[in-house]
């Protein structure tokens, strides 16, 4: 504790880290950033300068010799996640653990056995479902107001090329891992039900360089769904697209339907005379789109520490994620409708 | 009377002269399209040729020799609008005079007076009291939904250059009458009362040939106004925008508020990769824009001689749109408020 | 011929039938409606009237004998257009023949051989090929500024609840057929290539009264999709959704991406001060929404008639869909991907 | 300065004032939020505590004795704001003074002359001018992108009810100065000129219990303007609409138009089945609306102190603001065009 407030430390310093450390810095109520720890001394280094703060760390390992720090965001990259939770929830520290969770389902076991051994709060971060619009969606549902749902149709489309660790699937998971594991979340949430079988498509269409070495890799995908309830889903990804960053939701119930998304980038529209055309800037990043979303979910982390409550999307969450993103490469690779 | 329907007869064929006619021809059970007039010759001919009738008059007069047509639809230019209804009025010919209905509200009033003694049908070409959205507007006011009604705005931009005929404002009557008249109409519709009094502000700001011979000349108009019931007005005029034809009505009331209008072109949104924006292309024309309200409004015109029903707008609503063209002409002219 | 126009006669006189009916009467230059023919009776005679025309028959045999009409416009139920497109065109008459083309790839190939062995046009009746925003984007592609098509997402959702002939798959074909046809021409249109492969789930989530006799009936279908081009493709349909008639399309492509749809009903948003809400009313009809695009689709059929071009859209365009539509259903039904 | 930062003590503990606490207190770099200062103890000491901070006034000049104070948030009702800048002034720190500035012109320049003499910053507090979508509005502008400036149309209406201390105008100068500053304010921005006359129409519909001794009250306000630059402007004012709080502008060029504003609340569209209408939620208040244009708006005013230079928005654009205001009320309450 830091002056009665839950010390926190972020591991990993990149772009999605320092959103949770400016957050734990200013916007989250009992909350004190004690420390940021990478592995590229640089990169610690500038980023504790940059947040303003003295201690940066090379290591969760080190941070964990500091009794301050009650509790851990694990932003590293995936592959890493199984390690750093389980030797944090062996120090009984809690964790907020980004998305996508692990590279496979076992992995997430032991995250989860490792978190309920030591009594600590594992929290999975699907900020998505911290997001305004997000949230009146799922009470509308909650309220009846559209019936029974029957099918959730969900995209995300990244703007930026995908980085060459990306282009091993077997590593990396791939776009269906970096991008979708949101969708995929969204449509557990709103569907209230699990994947039963699902049947995906990929394909490379902007990175020609990574064709000959990584013929699996895919920038584009589109899927299908089955749920246990009944409810049939719908799901394309996309990296590099350009244009926007792409994310929308539509949720057909029985009694209504429900669109979510934006894709204006501010709300200037300008009319042209020349070509008789209106034309507006489109979302550039997550980071805009999902600034507040991010901010309450660092709230609700704390919160659930502070009051012993259940995290709001769960261990279980994480790994119902990674089973989907799992299955989904299984199906683009093996080219076949696979049974969860 | 041809094979039982309602023969019509449209004088002047210009563009909206021939937005009727086609409508007569095809659109409106119950009429028949008899013959259209225009002063010049080779429009006439070619008019009817475009149209598929083999009847044209070079003037109303020759026209109501032809004892088939029950019916006219004077789209004549404005100043010539008086003498033929009052000469087609004697006659006991039905009419649908386009807006605005005269020059000033004398010739209005004879206008009504012939159509009185006459006993023949008078209705003015507000066409917007004929679209299904101003429609809607009108039905949801009439149901208290939004209560009483504080304040309506309403703009009219319109693409084109004004020609030169336009110039002399004293001849013309300006954009308050060429675009404006509708605004005004809508106006006094929605807030079911009458101006009061109003200021207006003129300038010419794209129509520079037009400065030095004709300094009067405005192209762009803005002007206050207070109702009878209370209520505020706005509206803002233009000539030659460019960008599109820029149709919108806010109805403010005590209760909620109606927005009215549609920029797009078509449903087309382009999403540019390179800029990062997304473009759609804006309405280009009243013609489209209003196609069904002018369908409807020939119909509500047959449907009224038909069954002798009062037109749904009627010469008063002519005279009064005029009343304040002219009033607001007077403001802008002498810079002052006019009470009307 | 009828007066130099060619004269044509609608078979089958129910709500899309009319649609082309009162067309070919008003709003095609270069035709004349003749007849229309229905085998019920009342129907017919009805519908000549509400045409104001004096000609019906019970069948297109009938009208056959009648040597004033040159072109048929075929929209009886779907298993009897083989028969009755192959009569037609044995009599070397014209045809449009509404989509689906027919119940299988077998009846098309007899259609297309019938045409092309009597020398006549058929055309098919994918109206959304004419319509303004669908033909703004393919020429949007073809100009290349969205680069490659990478992916179609098409989905088309009605809002009224299926009709009881259409619970027997085998005999209706389903939602597929009945509402997805056009998002499968659609999609063959945007790519500019042909399905390879397909995967498609449907469900009953609305039509209870079914299930019991026919437990293969869905309401509600999610489909995705391979193409030769190598670009992916993905589809859902419903029908009984009430909310709106709900079709929207998203095409992306490597330089952008293209958004077309259409949920608002009219331009009016009312905006209520109790609930803080905006509203606006979503489209009910397809007929509505199309309108234009019938008329156009009609229009271009006369005028392949006259200048002796190839229809837009062609009997090869028909019998693909129909191919797909049944692949569609054996994926669903076996619940396995079909190569096509 | 505390630790190396500017400090800044906030005057006035209402909503606004927070806003401003809370974002020296996390979201402005190289700036400390010291104390706020509010003549209701109970009101000081609350926000003291919300914000985690220990130190809070009952006044100004109480905290002029702390001399880790280097900049003022001045954010009393508008009657103050004279005595309390001056008083600042003199002791030599910088002032953010909120909207509108003053009662009239005579205490603007006395504002101002204190802040010459004394060499500080005076910035005031027109938010918008650092919002997203108005600072790429002003760019497009300046980028000649439209052409010259014809006209600006500006609206602003809140939708809370006026409290009953704004019913004397003479007092609050009405929702000319609470609502329209902005307005005002944006309109001599966007224009890049000053007002040259203006005609003003208020009425007081939501207000009934104000009538009797408040005749001059207004809740509701239209006007007209001339520009120096011979633009044309229009604004409307509201306050109590409910619906939302609804701020928009078009402005229109001789080469094009912008529009801004932002009616939904988030980003939520619900379509009901039942009366096959879409409903999304409005905008509840300008604190959310321009959540980020204060928080720039605050940085802003640091940077200025740091860097010695110009505020953005200065005592003199306050200043014209107020002049405006007042006459406006002048043109109301008198029935006649003033000009400045």
Redesign the interface.
């Known amino acids: 504790m830091i002056d009665g407030k839950i010390g926190v430390c972020v591991v990993g310093a990149g772009r999605a880290g320092m959103i949770h450390a400016v957050n734990f810095?200013?916007?989250v109520p009992g909350a004190a950033l004690a420390a940021v720890a990478d592995p590229v001394e640089e990169t610690a280094r500038a980023s504790a300068r940059e947040l303003?703060i003295e201690t940066y760390y090379l290591s969760h390992k080190q941070a964990l010799e500091n009794s301050d720090i009650d509790a851990y965001v694990v932003v590293s990259p995936t592959k890493f996640h199984v390690d750093i939770v389980k030797e944090i929830a062996a120090e009984k520290k809690h964790i907020l653990c980004e998305k996508p969770m692990a590279m496979n389902v076992d992995e997430c076991e032991e995250m989860i056995q490792a978190a309920e051994e030591n009594h600590i709060k594992l929290q999975i971060g699907f900020m998505r479902r911290f997001d305004?619009?997000f949230c009146?969606?799922k009470s509308?549902i909650e309220a009846g107001?559209?019936?029974?749902v029957?099918?959730v149709?969900s995209?995300t489309?990244g703007?930026s090329i995908p980085r060459p660790w990306m282009y091993d699937i077997k590593k990396s998971n791939g776009p269906l891992a970096e991008v979708n594991s949101h969708d995929i979340d969204t449509m557990r949430w709103f569907t209230g039900s699990e994947f039963k079988s699902l049947?995906?498509?990929g394909?490379n269409?902007?990175c020609p360089d990574a064709k000959a070495e990584f013929p699996d890799f895919y920038d584009?995908?589109?899927?299908?769904?089955?749920f246990e309830s009944?409810a049939?889903?719908?799901l394309?990804g996309?990296q590099g697209?350009?244009?926007?960053y792409?994310a929308k939701v539509e949720i057909?119930g029985?009694?209504?339907?429900?669109?979510?998304?934006?894709?204006?980038?501010?709300?200037?529209?300008?009319?042209?005379?020349?070509t008789?055309?209106?034309?507006?800037?489109?979302v550039?990043s997550w980071r805009g789109l999902f600034k507040d979303a991010y901010r309450r979910e660092d709230q609700a982390f704390i919160e659930c520490i502070l009051n012993d409550t259940e995290p709001k999307v769960t261990g279980l969450d994480g790994k119902m994620a990674v089973k989907v993103v799992n299955a989904g490469n299984i199906s683009i690779m093996e080219?076949?409708?696979v049974e969860l």
Chains 1, 2, 3, 4 share one sequence.
């Open positions: 810095l200013k916007n303003g305004e619009s009146h969606a509308v107001e559209i019936g029974d029957v099918m149709r995209n489309r703007p049947y995906a498509i394909g269409y902007r584009n995908v589109v899927m299908t769904a089955s009944g049939q889903g719908m394309d996309a697209v350009g244009y926007a792409d057909l029985t009694k209504g339907c429900i669109y979510l998304g934006n894709l204006k980038g501010d709300n200037t529209l300008i009319c042209h005379s020349d008789r055309t209106g034309t507006y800037p489109l550039e080219k076949r409708i």
